[in-house]
Nanobody, 120 residues
Framework: QVQLEESGGGLVQPGGSLRLSCVAS????????LGWYRQGPGKQRELVAE???????NYADSVKDRFTISKDNTKIAVYLQMNNLKPEDTAVYYC??????????????WGQGTQVTVSS
């Protein structure tokens, strides 16, 4: 059974920091990309950051130079360090893992989401 356990969300003042964690278990496919998405109130879900198995990274323009994505090479885990948080970063953040089964079938898994609220 695939499980993605997210943690680290919460309430923080503007300018503050949070670190999100996502640890996966039961993944039956080869993982190629780990990422974080977010969905703000009344908005569509959007990519925040992603990292490949080779540690190549990609960030949304709105978070560049403030957020850092990293992964654990000893287990299937991805982290998002968020600094200088702004009210517009308020959203539910979702962990996403993508890869391929041995058959070649693409597969992905989503976390349950963790709320990040930036407010004074």
């Amino acid at each position: 059974q695939v499980q993605l356990e997210e943690s680290g969300g919460g309430l923080v003042q503007p300018g503050g920091s949070l670190r999100l964690s996502c640890v996966a278990s039961g993944i039956p496919y080869r993982v190629n990309v780990l990422g974080w998405y977010r969905q703000g109130p009344g908005k569509q879900r959007e990519l925040v950051a992603e990292i490949t198995r080779y540690a190549n990274t990609n960030y949304a323009d709105s978070v560049k130079d403030r957020f850092t994505i990293s992964k654990d090479n000893t287990k299937i885990a991805v982290y998002l360090q968020m600094n200088n948080l702004k009210p517009e970063d308020t959203a539910v953040y979702y962990c996403n893992i993508r890869g391929y089964m041995t058959s070649g079938l693409p597969s992905e898994s989503w976390g349950q989401g963790t709320q990040v609220t930036v407010s004074s």
